[in-house]
């Protein structure tokens, strides 16, 4: 056969139009391809095709602190650095991940253009809050009610991680997350779908610009689609219990979302949806994922899930978990191969079609061709931007920012913050200088001590001579004299800050917790601390919602600081200061008990709710708490107080095509500037299936100066009245509704209002 020039293959000429042809809509096949594309499909061999199907482990540049430990698993370095190579010039991948690095990356691109069509390689990594910028892990930016954070510390990531050779990120993680024992929540935006969706769509934006053919753009890639948050009793890697129109109404929006900003790929969960894995279910991932959604990308499958398609027992052998995976829609196989081993048998058997072969190839290429890797194969492997733009001036101080938006304070007794100037400070607690504990679970390329500890900020701020530093226990364990050290130290300070909570190895993947509380011998150290009598300021660490208890519970001041990355005690200091104002609201409600989950706010009423001031006999609540969070969702307090006017409609009838404006007067009633989320929440009263108590349908962020006044408005149309209906179709239904506007999701008064038929 004769031997075309790479160019000529690609057809290196083809319109810039054709490049960025893509748009979300409809799915069809050819029609949506370029003519480049075809005429490579049209010449590559059946190997070369599943090739572009296989995504491994880059083994040649392997993740620092491997992630996912199943393929990971080094077995004899050298020898699988030489068979990669191989395997990549001869046309056998289309893909690598995890891999980082300018030079060795322009090497395995080599390789990958000296096969016989020189198809590029897409670099793929889990990028989901910074690469050597650390910003706050998703659940705490998601505390800033602010997606154009998400938008900005997506852009600035995608900056450091295509200076690295990275293309195609695995973020966002737009899983709702509803129970707090699962880990995963804390690589998500929490519990409800419309915020949950709001900065689904904003990180899209932010990691693929404007313009994704750009060296610092990154293809983004939603996952774990879908319902993975909905593992029973939220163990990680559980099977899902989940009603078709849960799935719709909470888990598909924040996809949705992402698809209609442009992502291009998404990732199959490892859970299943009534019994059969998202990995092998044809009806997910086809028919309502391209059918209806309008995905037009590809499917990666998640490490290895096709090949898990075994364990969980639907298929038989691994052959046939390749063809259920295959055929379901997965088009890439993130794992060991199993593509690779079995597509070809599948192919000739019969058992997979040549169009759905050609469906899924063409899908690669076209992300591969509208990242333009076509056209400058070696984008985003360039040596002086590794060296120049990772950590720049610009992406610290938007951590610090993310950072500072990201904090909640939930508990502030007689005012105990901000700190009183002058105070002596006792700094106890295993998470106040622990420079490993800053970052939370996904940054394998953080480097160890880059990070600024709560310790370092405090004493670039306040002076070494007024802080005293007392670690007391370890996270798990306690210290032999810890307790009795850091109650000497407790004395002898004006106030005590407790730095306290989880590890960041407690949360993210493989991290479920049964007991969702901080743990015991940290407890311990609290109490004896409490029991000094000095005020305390509680500073949690924490990856997901935690039933507080004791002394922590009832501390003087409590602030969430979740994991919030590389400037994490520079910002957590400019609050425990008063150089800048809380504004953070718990994207997550926490419970007041463990055995309150899954907990959240947005549940139905029941036929037996308690109302306020009801007695809880035969009500629907346990014996030792109501069916209530001790610190709700939307909850947050700042170093002021405002007043929330009562909320007015400009109409009581919203017409069935029109909108109406719901409006209220918040006043800064404090000494100090305020920044106030306020939360539009909507409860449908009668309808064909019943409703959430309350459902957040908008928020707007409000800056008040001291005395200041400010009218916030929300407009409101049928959209926002639409539930998922026993036809499982989006549908509003004329009849009551209330609405709030309120400073979290259980506060405010209701106003009332009609959707109007006509
Ligand atoms: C996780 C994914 C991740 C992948 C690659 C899996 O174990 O579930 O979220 O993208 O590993 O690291």
């Not at 029973?232 to 992402?258: C, K, S």
């Not at 279910?281 to 994922?289: A, S, V, Y």
């Not at 194969?377 to 610009?394: G, I, K, M, V």
């Not at 609405?739 to 109007?756: H, N, Q, R």
């Amino acid at each position: 056969m004769a031997t075309l020039s790479r160019s000529a293959v690609l057809g290196r000429s083809a319109a810039a139009a054709a490049l960025l042809a893509w748009r979300p809509g409809v799915a069809t096949a050819e029609n949506r391809s370029s003519a480049r594309i075809e005429a490579l499909i049209g010449r590559m061999t059946l190997d070369e095709k599943i090739g572009q199907l296989t995504l491994y482990p880059d083994d040649v540049r392997p993740t620092p602190r491997p992630i996912n430990p199943d393929i990971n698993a080094q077995a004899e370095a050298a020898e699988r650095t030489r068979f990669q190579y191989e395997e990549i010039r001869a046309g056998r991948v289309g893909a690598l991940l995890g891999g980082t690095g300018v030079n060795l990356g322009r090497k395995l691109q080599e390789a990958a253009l000296a096969s016989r069509l020189g198809i590029p390689l897409l670099f793929g990594a889990d990028v989901l809050h910074g690469l050597r910028t650390i910003f706050p892990i998703p659940l705490g930016l998601a505390a800033s009610f602010e997606p154009r954070l998400a938008e900005q510390t997506a852009r600035a990531a995608a900056v450091e991680m295509t200076a690295v050779g990275v293309h195609w990120t695995y973020a966002p993680m737009v899983d709702i997350a509803r129970d707090q024992r699962w880990g995963r929540v804390a690589e998500g935006s929490g519990e409800d779908p419309y915020l949950g969706s709001r900065f689904s769509e904003a990180y899209v934006r932010g990691f693929q610009g404007t313009d994704l053919t750009s060296p610092r753009s990154a293809a983004a890639c939603p996952k774990h689609f879908a319902g993975y948050g909905a593992v029973i009793g939220g163990m990680e890697y559980n099977t899902t219990d989940l009603t078709e129109r849960e799935l719709r109404q909470v888990h598909l929006p924040p996809f949705q979302a992402a698809f209609d900003a442009g992502a291009m790929t998404t990732m199959a969960a490892f859970s299943d949806l009534d019994g059969v894995p998202a990995s092998g279910n044809r009806r997910l991932m086809t028919d309502i994922l391209c059918g209806e959604m309008g995905f037009e990308g590809f499917v990666v499958s998640d490490a290895a899930s096709a090949e898990e398609l075994v364990p969980h027992g639907l298929a038989a052998d691994e052959r046939q978990a390749a063809e259920l995976a295959f055929n379901a829609g997965v088009d890439v196989n993130m794992g060991g191969g199993l593509f690779r081993r079995h597509l070809r048998p599948l192919v000739e058997a019969g058992a997979v079609s040549q169009t759905r072969l050609n469906e899924a190839v063409r899908r690669v290429l076209r992300v591969k061709e509208a990242v333009g890797l076509f056209d400058d194969p070696y984008r985003s492997l360039d040596p002086r931007r590794e060296s120049t733009e990772l950590r720049s001036a610009q992406a610290l101080a938007l951590a610090r920012e993310a950072a500072v938006k990201s904090i909640v304070l939930l508990q502030n007794k007689a005012d105990v913050l901000p700190l009183a100037k002058g105070v002596r400070v006792a700094l106890i607690g295993p998470l106040g200088d622990d420079p490993n504990n800053l970052d939370g679970c996904w940054a394998p390329w953080a480097k160890s001590g880059e990070g600024k500890t709560l310790a370092t900020g405090l004493r670039a701020a306040i002076g070494a001579e007024r802080l005293i530093v007392e670690r007391g226990s370890n996270i798990e364990a306690p210290i032999e004299g810890g307790v009795e050290r850091a109650v000497a130290a407790a004395q002898a300070a004006d106030v005590v800050v407790l730095a306290v909570g989880e590890s960041q190895k407690m949360s993210g993947e493989a991290s479920a917790r049964a007991e969702i509380v901080v743990p015991e011998p940290q407890q311990i150290l609290a109490e004896a601390i409490k029991a000094t009598g000095k005020p305390v300021v509680v500073v949690l660490s924490t990856g997901r919602a935690l039933a507080l208890k004791g002394a922590i519970r009832d501390a003087d001041a409590i602030l969430v600081t979740w994991f919030l990355g590389s400037e994490s005690g520079v910002a957590i200091t400019d609050i425990l200061l008063g150089v800048q104002s809380p504004s953070g609201r718990l994207p997550v409600s926490f419970p007041q008990s463990v055995g309150q989950q899954p907990f959240y706010y947005n549940h139905r009423a029941t036929g037996r709710p308690q109302a306020p001031g009801e007695g809880d006999f035969f009500k629907a609540r346990y014996r030792e708490v109501s069916h209530a969070a001790l610190f709700p969702f939307g909850f947050g307090l700042g170093y002021a107080t405002v007043r929330y006017g009562s909320a007015q409609l400009d109409h009581d009838r919203l017409p069935w095509t029109g909108e109406i404006v719901l409006s209220a007067t918040l006043t800064n009633t404090g000494s100090r500037p305020a920044e106030e989320v306020a939360q539009l929440y909507i409860r449908d009263l009668a309808a064909s299936i019943t409703q959430p108590v309350r459902a957040l349908k908008g928020f707007a962020k409000v800056r008040l100066a001291p005395g200041a006044s400010q009218e916030v408005r929300f407009r409101i149309s049928r959209r926002d009245l639409e539930f998922v209906g026993q036809d499982l179709k989006w549908r509003a239904e004329p009849g009551a509704f209330q609405a709030w506007i309120a400073p979290s999701s259980s506060a405010g008064e209701p106003v009332a209002f009609v959707l109007d038929p006509s």
